[in-house]
């Protein structure tokens, strides 16, 4: 029984939903009404602010937690707002985030943290763990989900959540649905929000640099670092792109550097002849008077 996410029927599968639910205007996640309530389930980006760690959850095992518990040094945190009976959006980012985590080479739990807290008060840790089993049970290539954490709470708490990130919603009457954007929230160790990453797809790239990014280069090799520096990202292109002029410097520095070591070698490879001749000179005997 595989999973929304699995490859050979995920873009299929996205595509006639959106299709549908553009078609038929019935989930709250596309509102047909004015521009004034479009505004209501915005994202009003909040980098460099710290989320209101000390708030109260429960998690998927019936457990008061602090938020603030799942922040560890050197290790980053994805954050994701929605609601765990979401008939379609909040599925799609789930789907899409699982998707780019499966191919990411570092180790969830170990190197970076997963909370996705619900603004559906009425849910519980029942329907919490049930969503946490399901992406146990289909997402391949991770060792455990031990680090993907699945909560639920108070509206007043995930409303100070949302509100602290700049997550908008709204409850819409009409389709008995919550309205709600789609993104997930890179925080750094500490809680700081350091980047939004916008819709439904999730390449492991951007995953990648977004971490690195957040974690200030405590994590990922050299090579990941160097990456990061070459790419920057765009809002309007809704991922991390090239930059040209940096691609620009670290060319030079590199041309620089293997010009450097090739003098050497040069240089190395002078003197050694040059103590060749000499030792030869010095061992030869020299002509009798």
């Known amino acids: 029984m595989p999973r929304p996410g699995v490859r050979w029927v995920r873009w299929p599968l996205r595509a006639l939903l959106v299709a549908a639910a553009w078609a038929c205007g019935t989930s709250a996640q596309l509102v047909r009404e004015n521009p004034a309530e479009l505004q209501k389930i915005d994202v009003v980006e909040h980098l ?13 095992s019936g ?92 509206a007043s708490r995930s409303r100070a959540l949302a509100d602290a990130v700049g997550f908008e919603y709204r409850w819409d009457d009409d389709s008995k649905q919550w309205a709600h954007p ?29 971490l690195l990014e957040a974690s200030e280069g405590r994590i990922g090799t050299t090579i990941d670092r160097i990456i990061l520096y070459c790419y920057h990202y765009d809002p309007q292109a809704g991922g991390y792109v090239v930059l040209a002029e940096n691609v620009m410097r670290l ?30 000179s010095a061992s030869t005997p020299g002509r009798g008077v």
Not at 109 to 137: C, H, M, R
Not at 182 to 210: C, H, K, N, Q, W
């Open 182 to 210: 789609a993104v997930v929230m890179l925080l750094s160790p500490d809680g700081v929000i350091t980047r939004y990453l916008y819709g439904i797809e999730f390449p492991e790239r951007d995953l990648r640099l977004g």
């Open 48 to 60: 460099g602010e710290r989320i209101p760690l000390d708030l109260m959850f429960t998690d998927e």
């Open 251 to 280: 060319g030079g520095v590199v041309t620089v550097v293997l010009l450097g070591g090739l003098l050497v070698i040069l240089w190395r490879r002078e003197r050694r002849r040059r103590y060749a001749v000499r030792a030869t």
């Open 63 to 154: 457990r008061s937690v602090r938020l603030g518990g799942y922040f560890a040094p050197e290790r980053p945190v994805i954050l994701v707002m929605g609601y765990y009976r979401c008939p379609m959006l909040c599925n799609l980012v789930f789907n899409g985030l699982a998707d780019g985590v499966e191919q990411l080479s570092w180790r969830l739990g170990e190197q970076f943290t997963i909370i996705t807290v619900s603004i559906d008060s009425s849910e519980t840790p029942e329907l919490a763990a049930a969503k946490k089993a399901n992406y146990t049970q289909f997402m391949h290539g991770v060792d455990s989900l031990a680090g993907w954490h699945f909560l639920t709470g108070k």
